[in-house]
């Protein structure tokens, strides 16, 4: 007979995604019979049900692995890429920004992971998406930014003119690429 692995909101590491989530619902699969379920089944909010070896309990060393992908994700390794369009010609989008493809922003060294948007949504508003996928792709740099900024409050010397010219100027750079088209890419 099955015992719970797991209790409801307790924070879980899903396998078989590669994201962590939290147990929404305990299914307990009854047979005839039996006093207690055959089978039990997690309900994390991923479109289906997973077993308890599919899922890994949230554990102090987790905590600091969370830590580390955070920084590793902050490194500026998030870029938009250009995948093509298969559902359209590019004769049939000439209104888009780069006809016959559609930004894709990965999250991952391996060009795996990350954001995009359905097609329907980037044929009605094309630039909106194209906006969206540059703020998405430069928010680790944008964070590095706020928190500069935020450690210049923190410290008690005075902040040299240097220092605040430089991160105006990464400011301005950041704004830049943000505003900017992107570049194509194969």
């Known amino acids: 007979m099955a015992k719970a692995q797991f209790q409801k909101h307790q ?3 899903v396998e078989a995604v590669g994201c962590w989530a939290v ?3 305990i299914i307990p699969i009854w047979v005839k019979s039996f006093d207690e379920p055959a089978k039990i089944t997690y ?3 991923l479109g289906r049900e997973f077993h308890a070896h ?3 309990a949230e ?3 987790d905590l600091a692995g969370l830590a580390d992908e955070e920084r590793r994700l902050s490194d500026g390794a998030w870029r938009v890429l250009r995948l093509r369009n298969k559902w359209q010609a590019p004769e049939d989008c000439a ?3 780069f006809p016959g493809s559609f930004p894709v922003v990965v999250t991952d060294r391996t060009d795996w992971g990350g954001w995009r948007t359905p097609a329907a949504e980037y044929d009605r508003d094309p630039e909106r998406i194209e906006a969206q996928a540059r703020l998405i792709a430069t928010a680790p740099q944008l964070v590095n930014l706020v928190e500069a900024l935020a450690a210049l409050d923190e410290t008690d010397a005075d902040i040299s003119g240097d220092l605040l010219e430089g991160l105006c100027r990464a400011a301005k750079a950041l704004m830049e690429q943000v505003r900017g088209r992107p570049l194509p890419s194969a």
Request: aromatic share 6%; no cysteine; charged share 40%.
């Open 43 to 45: 309900d994390v909010g």
């Open 23 to 25: 147990v929404e619902r």
């Open 11 to 13: 924070r879980v590491f």
């Open 54 to 56: 599919e899922l890994r």
């Open 59 to 61: 554990a102090a060393e």
């Open 95 to 97: 209104h888009h920004p």
